[in-house]
């Protein structure tokens, strides 16, 4: 069948992480070292956005054994892979399919290829990855600028790095200008700063503020009592009931 690969994680394959490894599992077809492939972002969708769409070669595959990984020539359907040279367009995940495998189904003279597939004439991406046993977000947040400020576009770059790394973190610039970093719990959070620190902007120093953690409460049954709040000349009354 045609290549469909789901890219879940991406690890950095070099010292000073400048690029990445992309694991993945292979749903169907053959994937080796100089495939050209078409990556599909999360936001892609063949009826309302189409953008999201990038080419790459395939430079390597390794398959994963725990701290190592071996090269081979061919991965099969059913295997986990990392590939090399695909993870510029990769934010977090991703559906990886192929391009010849692709142009060969739908140039098919047979009025029964379809039916061969089951599939009609789209491609659809595998669902972005949510993490609800972990909170299902991030919810602590942390400050971070570099001692000098001459080195912001190297922290901006490599936040963007630690983003890919980390599937649970998410990055963003503040109303105030403060770029924040925001994870699932302190310790995520040591572990982010550790890898931005050591990793991805070894030459810059980061200054860290103290963590923020977003307080949510939710409503699960109507209040039995009414809360009321008056005004200053006792002449207005306002009355709150949750539902």
């Known amino acids: 069948g045609p290549l469909m690969i789901h890219a879940v994680k991406q690890y950095a394959s070099s ?3 400048q690029s990445f490894l992309t694991l993945g599992r292979i749903y169907s077809g053959t994937v080796r070292p100089q495939t050209r492939v078409k990556i599909l972002g ?15 070669t395939v430079e390597a595959v390794f398959i994963p054994r725990g701290p190592y990984r071996t090269e081979v020539t061919l991965a099969q359907a059913g295997n986990w892979v990392l590939l090399q040279g695909i993870d510029a367009n990769i934010a977090k995940t991703a559906t990886i399919v192929g391009i010849d495998d692709a142009n060969s189904k739908w140039e098919d003279d047979d009025e029964d290829a379809d039916d061969d597939y089951g599939v009609e004439d789209e491609c659809h ?9 972990a909170g299902g977000e991030s919810v602590m947040k942390l400050a971070i600028e570099p001692l000098n400020p001459a ?24 109303e105030s200008g403060e770029h924040v970093v925001l994870g699932t719990g302190e310790l995520y959070l040591d572990c982010v700063m550790h890898d931005l620190r050591q990793v991805y902007t070894s030459d810059v120093e980061v200054k860290v503020a103290d963590p ?3 307080f949510r409460e939710s409503v699960v049954d109507t209040s039995s009592v009414k809360c009321f709040a008056e005004t200053a ?8 009931l949750a539902e």
Do not use: C, W
């Not at 999360?42 to 790459?56: I, K, L, N, Q, R």
């Not at 991406?125 to 609800?132: D, E, G, Q, V, Y």
């Not at 963007?160 to 973190?169: E, N, Q």
């Not at 000349?233 to 709150?240: E, I, S, W």
């Open 151 to 174: 080195e912001l576009p190297k922290m901006v770059e490599g936040l963007r790095r630690v983003a890919k790394a980390y599937p649970m973190v998410q990055t963003k610039v503040e």
């Open 125 to 133: 991406i595998f669902a972005p990855l949510k993490f609800p046993q």
């Open 233 to 240: 000349n006792k002449r207005n009354k306002l009355t709150f």
């Open 212 to 214: 923020i953690v977003s």
């Open 15 to 17: 010292a000073d992480g």
């Open 42 to 56: 999360e936001s892609y969708s063949p009826h309302d956005d189409e953008e999201d769409v990038s080419t790459a």
